[in-house]
T-cell receptor
Framework: QKEVEQDPGPLSVPEGAIVSLNCTYSNSAFQYFMWYRQYSRKGPELLMYTYSSGNKEDGRFTAQVDKSSKYISLFIRDSQPSDSATYLCAMTSYDKVIFGPGTSLSVIP | DTGVSQDPRHKITKRGQNVTFRCDPISEHNRLYWYRQTLGQGPEFLTYFQNEAQLEKSRLLSDRFSAERPKGSFSTLEIQRTEQGDSAMYLC??????????????FGPGTRLTVT
């Protein structure tokens, strides 16, 4: 079993839809939980990070962490074509970051 | 632009040749990470430096791979005797430590290696 699991998609939604992206993990020692966005042929860029269970909102993005279930989510409201990218969940283990395989998202105009 | 830069962006080499990649981190960042990413996968940790010290190296990393950060600024990643399985995107990231900001890594655009 991999430490971090993520549905690879691809996920295709119409513009304006609410998108839900999810990851599960197995290591209860993970400390920080992050979401990175990666456009084609680019390096990942940090979208959001959270430390504790609960929700964190930043504009159209909401990150949710449930440590008891070892489950994290990213919600995108009012999705835009510019949101089309691969979304990587990631977690810190001491001084390392462990990434999920990523979910490919396409937002259709 | 003061972001992370990597050179070259693309490298095509024949099996058995040696290749070297360079990464220039954000200037005030003291931590530098190397990752490898294959199609459909997330970045996989290879090694990281704090200043010039290499603090950890992945157990999955072959002895053919070596990384340096001689003056605590730029870093190089060398792959000796390349194999087709080395074909991947090699990503560099930097962060500021020890403020606990392991989560806040800034990535470069990557070097795409193709071994023929």
């Amino acid at each position: 079993q991999k430490e971090v699991e993520q549905d690879p998609g691809p996920l295709s939604v119409p513009e304006g839809a609410i998108v839900s992206l999810n990851c599960t993990y197995s290591n209860s020692a993970f400390q920080y939980f992050m979401w990175y966005r990666q456009y084609s042929r680019k390096g990942p860029e940090l979208l959001m990070y959270t430390y504790s269970s609960g929700n964190k909102e930043d504009g159209r993005f909401t990150a949710q962490v449930d440590k008891s279930s070892k489950y994290i989510s990213l919600f995108i409201r009012d999705s835009q074509p510019s949101d089309s990218a691969t979304y990587l969940c990631a977690m810190t283990s001491y001084d390392k970051v462990i990434f999920g395989p990523g979910t490919s998202l396409s937002v259709i105009p | 632009d003061t972001g992370v830069s990597q050179d070259p962006r693309h490298k095509i080499t024949k099996r058995g040749q040696n290749v070297t990649f360079r990464c220039d981190p954000i200037s005030e960042h003291n931590r530098l990470y190397w990752y490898r990413q294959t199609l459909g996968q997330g970045p996989e940790f290879l090694t990281y430096f704090q200043n010039e010290a290499q603090l950890e190296k992945s157990r999955l990393l072959s002895d053919r791979f070596s990384a340096e950060r001689p003056k605590g600024s730029f870093s190089t990643l060398e792959i000796q005797r390349t194999e087709q399985g080395d074909s991947a995107m090699y990503l560099c990231a930097s962060s500021l430590a020890p403020s606990g900001r392991t989560y806040e890594q800034y990535f470069g655009p990557g070097t795409r290696l193709t071994v023929t």
